[in-house]
Nanobody
Framework: VQLVESGGGLVQPGGSLRLSCAAS????????MGWYRQAPGKERELVAR???????TYADSVKGRFAISRDNVKNMVYLQMSRLKPEDTAVYYC???????????WGQGTQVTVSS
């Protein structure tokens, strides 16, 4: 399945953004869908993960501020980001995790810049 991220942009600290991930096919059969991010000079990290049975996991740095959700009918995954901080600046990617624990290929991502 191909995944295309959108919704990034420039936002002031304290602001909100909603990222979207559109899948070219069904996301129903995956163990989990996740949002990842990569800041300049840093490794890609898992930000939020939502399993097929609705268990969510968040990085400590975003707990209480970010929320992941999915729409299995529309084959969409969302990341609602609130109270954004400059350290949230990164390229954000979504990916699908199989029941073997494998991730698919990475898409282009969407840039999120938090700055005044």
């Amino acid at each position: 399945v191909q995944l295309v991220e959108s919704g990034g942009g420039l936002v002031q600290p304290g602001g909100s953004l909603r990222l979207s991930c559109a899948a070219s096919g069904s996301i129903f059969g995956f163990r989990a869908m996740g949002w990842y991010r990569q800041a300049p000079g840093k490794e890609r990290e898992l930000v939020a993960r939502l399993t097929s049975n609705s268990i969510t996991t968040y990085a400590d740095s975003v707990k209480g501020r970010f929320a992941i959700s999915r729409d299995n009918v529309k084959n969409m995954v969302y990341l609602q980001m609130s109270r954004l901080k400059p350290e949230d600046t990164a390229v954000y990617y979504c990916n699908a995790e199989t029941y073997l624990g494998e991730l698919g290929s990475w898409g282009q991502g969407t840039q999120v810049t938090v700055s005044s």
